[in-house]
């Protein structure tokens, strides 16, 4: 999507203050990055962050319930519960866990894989060895997630529905989201991960961010899959191309609290 100058200069005049309102601690609290926040240790942070992003749908109360209960589960150390996972010991401490189409057959499933990749690498090198120079958030993720269901075993279909890929036409919006927050510096993201830059990253695109850009005239595409989500970061990166997903904030920040973002010449003419 093409913008002149002047309708870059006013989008920024009319999003940029809506990133500050929205990028600031507090949003955190009710936010599902607040479960990686109770972490000090940056290998808990990644790691229950992937768990908090594969699990982040459906009602924010429900869903920050259950990561805290898988919180609990993990005896509040998950790097070492993973790592040191033993089916006949730890198991019955998974029993019974269920969060909507994730169930304790799933949770299994993602820890033993997790157990076998991380006994030789972090989940940021896991990421960063199938990086290509020319789309390395596409490739990254397109690996990082065909490298994870290749590790669950028997690879069971109905995975493939908890961890996306951008070659089935996915928006990856919670894998998009993840690498946000391990990417981006703070206040409310963590900028611990350092194998790609935040200009790189894929805005994280779900039913409610789409309708709010395209509300403020930024997306065209009526789909919410991997080609809107790339339309979308391409018109952000035309307003910060050092930093388009600070966006995501303004996007997600006003739908959650039932505003409604206006097209470019609706928010111009109010201020003028």
């Given at each position: 999507m093409e913008q002149s100058p002047l309708e870059t200069k006013s989008l920024n005049a009319y999003l940029d203050p809506l990133v500050k309102r929205y990028e600031r601690?507090?949003?955190?609290?009710?936010?599902?990055?607040?479960?990686?926040?109770?972490?000090?240790?940056?290998?808990?942070?990644?790691?229950?962050?992937?768990?908090?992003?594969?699990?982040?749908?459906?009602?924010?109360?429900?869903m920050l319930r259950k990561l805290a209960e898988l919180c609990d589960r993990f005896g509040f150390r998950p790097y070492q519960f993973v790592r040191d996972f033993d089916t006949s010991r730890d198991g019955p401490k998974?029993?019974?866990?269920?969060?909507r189409t994730f169930n304790e057959q799933d949770l299994v499933g993602l820890v033993l894989a997790l157990k076998d990749l991380l006994r030789s690498e972090s989940l940021e090198s896991l990421f960063a060895r199938g990086l290509s120079s020319d789309d390395p958030v596409r490739s990254g993720i397109e690996s990082f997630s065909n490298t994870i269901l290749d590790a669950v075993p028997g690879r069971p279909t109905r995975m493939r529905k908890h961890v996306a890929r951008p070659s089935t036409g996915s928006a990856c919006k919670r894998i998009n989201m993840y690498l946000r927050w391990m990417v981006r510096p703070g206040p409310v993201d963590f900028g611990q991960w350092t194998c790609i830059e935040p200009r790189d990253l894929i805005l994280p695109l779900d039913v409610h961010s789409g309708t709010q850009a395209r509300a403020a005239g930024m997306l065209t595409r009526k789909s919410n899959d991997w080609r809107a989500a790339q339309e979308l970061t391409e018109a952000c990166r035309k307003l910060d191309p050092d930093d388009p997903c600070k966006y995501d904030f303004a996007f997600f920040g006003t739908g959650s609290a039932g505003e409604t973002l206006e097209p470019l010449e609706a928010s111009t003419s109010r201020s003028t």
């Amino acid at each position: 999507m093409e913008q002149s100058p002047l309708e870059t200069k006013s989008l920024n005049a009319y999003l940029d203050p809506l990133v500050k309102r929205y990028e600031r601690i507090e949003f955190i609290e009710d936010d599902p990055i607040s479960i990686p926040h109770a972490f000090d240790d940056p290998s808990d942070r990644e790691l229950i962050g992937l768990f908090a992003a594969i699990l982040a749908w459906g009602r924010r109360d429900i869903m920050l319930r259950k990561l805290a209960e898988l919180c609990d589960r993990f005896g509040f150390r998950p790097y070492q519960f993973v790592r040191d996972f033993d089916t006949s010991r730890d198991g019955p401490k998974l029993s019974g866990f269920k969060h909507r189409t994730f169930n304790e057959q799933d949770l299994v499933g993602l820890v033993l894989a997790l157990k076998d990749l991380l006994r030789s690498e972090s989940l940021e090198s896991l990421f960063a060895r199938g990086l290509s120079s020319d789309d390395p958030v596409r490739s990254g993720i397109e690996s990082f997630s065909n490298t994870i269901l290749d590790a669950v075993p028997g690879r069971p279909t109905r995975m493939r529905k908890h961890v996306a890929r951008p070659s089935t036409g996915s928006a990856c919006k919670r894998i998009n989201m993840y690498l946000r927050w391990m990417v981006r510096p703070g206040p409310v993201d963590f900028g611990q991960w350092t194998c790609i830059e935040p200009r790189d990253l894929i805005l994280p695109l779900d039913v409610h961010s789409g309708t709010q850009a395209r509300a403020a005239g930024m997306l065209t595409r009526k789909s919410n899959d991997w080609r809107a989500a790339q339309e979308l970061t391409e018109a952000c990166r035309k307003l910060d191309p050092d930093d388009p997903c600070k966006y995501d904030f303004a996007f997600f920040g006003t739908g959650s609290a039932g505003e409604t973002l206006e097209p470019l010449e609706a928010s111009t003419s109010r201020s003028t």
